[in-house]
Every structure is written in C-alpha cells, then in structure tokens.
C-alpha cells in the first residue's frame, strides 16, 4: 500500500480519482480496499480543510438566508 501525503494539487486529483475508483468497488471495511480508501479519505479532507477552508456562516446572514427561501 503506497499511500503518500497529499502536498500538491496534482496529488490532490490523483487522490480524489483514486477515491472515486474506490467509491464505486464499495469496498468492505478492514479489507485492504476498504483500509485504502478510509486513509485516503482521510488525507483529501485534511488537504480540503487547509487548502479550501469554509468559513462560519453568520447566524444573522443564515436567518435571514432561510427567511427569504420560505
């Protein structure tokens, strides 16, 4: 198993298609597919949380937000 940090955005799509593929095997957990992507998931979302960061919606701007959809 050659699992790598993801450090670059080129690594980040390999990963996210890696995942992808994964996804659609739907592999058992505790298997070495099943490890695979669990680990690899792991890694797209701390890369996501450092490189894509969402802030806090205001309360106010969310109330408001819903509000106007109904």
Known sequence: ???????TAADYTAALNEVSALMADDPELGTPDGDRLDILGTLVQAYEARHYPIDSADPVEAIKFRMDQQ
């Open 1 to 7: 198993m050659d699992i790598r940090p993801i450090r």
